[in-house]
C-alpha cells in the first residue's frame, strides 16, 4: 500500500465543483461577516463549504445535517457556558456530553460529528452568552443556504455522464466476452487459455455491478435538480438495458465455466459447437448493437443502419454422446441469452 493511498482518490475533482466550494465560501464569509458583525464568519465559511456536493440531493442532505448538528451543538454549549464557564475541562465536558446526546437520539456518524465540533468551538473561540449561539446558528443557517444555492445556479451536478460510459464498457466488454467464447470453441485450448477465458469472464460481475452503482449516482443526481426532466427517461433507458445485460452475464458466465470444466480435444469437431459458435458471435453483435442504438437515441452517436444478427433460435442435431452434457448446458444458455436479446427486436425482412 502506497503512503498516499488512504487520503488521495482515483482522479481529480471537477474544476467546476472546486471553484464553486470557493465561490460559495467567499459569498459566505462576507455576507455574514456583514450581517453579523462580531467574530470572523467561521461557521458560516465552513457550511458553505460542506453543501457544496456533487449532487443537489447530497447538498441538501449535507446542509440539513450541518445545520441540526451545530443546532444542537450551539446548544450544548451555551448551557454549559452560562452555567460552568469556560475552561479546558468545560470544553471535554461539551464534546463528550454532545457525542452522548447525539447517540442517544440516533444521529447519523456525521450529525454527531458535527455536534461535537460545533460544541467545541462555541466554546473555544466564543463566548457562553446567548446571544452569541443564536448568532452562530443564524449564521451556519446562512452558509448553508448559500453552498446549496451556488450549487443550483452554476450548473447544477449531474451524473449521467458516467453512467452512460459505465453500460458502454459493459457492453463492449460483454459482446467481446461472447467472441472470445465463440473462438475458444472453434480452436484447440490449453489449461492456461481456458483458465483465462474464464477469469476474464468472471470479470463481468464487477462491471455490471459498477453500471448498476453508476446509474444509481446518476439517478441521485437528478433529485432536485432543475436539469432533471430530461435525463430521467435516459436513465430509465440505461437501466432496462443493464437489466438486459445482466441475464446475458450470467447466462455467459455459466457458458464459459461449463466449457472450461468439460473442454476436450475433441470438441472443435462437434457440428453443433460450431452452430454454437456462430450464435455467440450473432449475441455480440446484437450487444453492441443494443449499445449503438441508445446511443443513437440519446443523441450521443452517430446513428448507424444495422439489424440484430439473432433471427431465430439455434436447432441442432443430437450431439455425440461423449459431449451431449456439455452441448446441451450450452444450449440451455444460448437460449436464454436469444430470448433476452430478441426481447422487443424489431422484425426481420426477408
Request: proline share 5%.
Amino acid at each position: 500500500m502506497r503512503i498516499t493511498q488512504p487520503f488521495r482518490a482515483t482522479r481529480r475533482a471537477p474544476l467546476l465543483q472546486v471553484l464553486k466550494s470557493a465561490v460559495a465560501t467567499i459569498i459566505a464569509w462576507l455576507l455574514c461577516a456583514w450581517l453579523i458583525p462580531g467574530p470572523l464568519p467561521v461557521f458560516a465559511a465552513i457550511a458553505a463549504l460542506l453543501v457544496v456536493q456533487p449532487s443537489l440531493n447530497q447538498s441538501f442532505s449535507k446542509a440539513v445535517e450541518r445545520t441540526v448538528g451545530v443546532i444542537i451543538g450551539v446548544a450544548v454549549a451555551g448551557v454549559l457556558g452560562l452555567v460552568l464557564g469556560n475552561g479546558t475541562w468545560i470544553v471535554i465536558a461539551a464534546i463528550l456530553i454532545a457525542l452522548v446526546l447525539a447517540w442517544a437520539l440516533r444521529m447519523t456518524a456525521g450529525t454527531a460529528n458535527q455536534v461535537a465540533i460545533s460544541a467545541m468551538l462555541v466554546l473555544a473561540l466564543g463566548t457562553g452568552t446567548r446571544g452569541y449561539a443564536v448568532d452562530r446558528i443564524v449564521e451556519t443557517m446562512i452558509g448553508a443556504v448559500i453552498g446549496f444555492i451556488v450549487n443550483v445556479v452554476i450548473v447544477p451536478p449531474l451524473a449521467v455522464a458516467p453512467a452512460h460510459r459505465s453500460v458502454d464498457l459493459l457492453g463492449t466488454e460483454l459482446a467481446d466476452t461472447l467472441d472470445r467464447l465463440a473462438d475458444a470453441l472453434q480452436r484447440p485450448q490449453t489449461s492456461a487459455s481456458l483458465t483465462e477465458l474464464l477469469v476474464t469472464a468472471r470479470l463481468l460481475r464487477p462491471m455490471r455491478d459498477s453500471a448498476d452503482g453508476a446509474i444509481r449516482t446518476a439517478t441521485e443526481s437528478l433529485t432536485l435538480n432543475p436539469r432533471a426532466a430530461r435525463h430521467r427517461v435516459e436513465l430509465a433507458e440505461l437501466q432496462g438495458l443493464v437489466d438486459r445485460f445482466s441475464t446475458v452475464v450470467t447466462q455467459t458466465i455459466g457458458m464459459t465455466r461449463t466449457f472450461c470444466d468439460r473442454y476436450d480435444a475433441d470438441l472443435e469437431r462437434e457440428p453443433t459447437v460450431s452452430a454454437i459458435a456462430d450464435q455467440l458471435h450473432r449475441a455480440a453483435h446484437d450487444v453492441r448493437l443494443l449499445v449503438q442504438r441508445l446511443e443513437d437515441e440519446t443523441g450521443l452517436a452517430p446513428a448507424e443502419e444495422d439489424e440484430p444478427a439473432l433471427t431465430r433460435p439455434l436447432s441442432v442435431a443430437a450431439p455425440r454422446s461423449g459431449h451431449w452434457v456439455l452441448v446441451g448446458s450450452l444450449l440451455v444458455d444460448l437460449h436464454r441469452i436469444h430470448d433476452t436479446l430478441t426481447e422487443d427486436a424489431p422484425p426481420v425482412s426477408h
